[in-house]
C-alpha cells in the first residue's frame, strides 16, 4: 500500500512541476524552466522505475501512476493559476462618457492604461487598453465593473512586454 501512496503522490509532484515548467518556458522564463526540468525528469526516473519493474504481476501501480497523473494536472493547473505568472491584456469598451473617469480611477489604482476613441452600434466608445500582471487582473476587472457596470471587457494572454509604464523590459 505504501508504493501505491508513494507513486500517486510523487506523480502529482512531478506532473504539477511539469505543468509549471511549461508555462515558465512559453512566457520566456526559459532558465527557471530547465532548471525545474531537471528536477522534474529525476522524479519521473525514479517513479517509471517502480511502476515498470514487476508490473505484470502488480497491476494497480499502473492505477496509482495514472491516478497522480490525472491529479497532478488539476494540482499543477491550481499551483499555476495561483502563481499568476506572466502578463495579459486587459481591454474595456465603456461609454464615451464615463471613458476617462474610469481611466483616471484605474491610474489612482497604479495601473497603466491608454484611452482609444471608437464608435459602437449606437454610441460613442471609449476602449481602454491595459496589459497587467495576471495576479491584478482580478483587482482590476473588479475596479472596472465597480465604475462602469456595461462594460465589455477581455482578457488575453500577453507575451512579455517591451517598454511602457512600469512594464517589464528585457
Known amino acids: 500500500m505504501l508504493m501505491y501512496l508513494i507513486v500517486f503522490f510523487a506523480k502529482i509532484i512531478e506532473v504539477s512541476l511539469m505543468t509549471i515548467r511549461v508555462v515558465l518556458i512559453t512566457r520566456g522564463e526559459r532558465l527557471i524552466g530547465a532548471i525545474i526540468g531537471f528536477f522534474e525528469v529525476i522524479i519521473w526516473i525514479i517513479i517509471v522505475s517502480k511502476v515498470l519493474s514487476d508490473i505484470s504481476s502488480d497491476p494497480f501501480k499502473i492505477i496509482a501512476y495514472a491516478g497522480g497523473f490525472a491529479v497532478g494536472n ?11 505568472i506572466g502578463m ?38 471609449n476602449i481602454l487598453f491595459m ?34 509604464f512600469k512594464m517589464l523590459r528585457k
Open 74 to 84: 488539476y494540482v499543477g493547473s491550481w499551483i499555476e493559476e495561483k502563481l499568476g
Open 88 to 125: 495579459s491584456e486587459v481591454q474595456a469598451i465603456v461609454l464615451k462618457e464615463h471613458g476617462k473617469g474610469l481611466a483616471e480611477a484605474i491610474r489612482e489604482q497604479n495601473f497603466a492604461v491608454t484611452v482609444v476613441e471608437g464608435q459602437g452600434k449606437n454610441f460613442p466608445r
Open 131 to 164: 496589459y497587467v500582471r495576471r495576479k491584478r487582473i482580478k483587482k482590476l476587472v473588479g475596479l472596472i465593473q465597480n465604475n462602469q457596470v456595461n462594460a465589455v471587457i477581455t482578457i488575453s494572454e500577453a507575451k512579455p512586454v517591451y517598454g511602457g
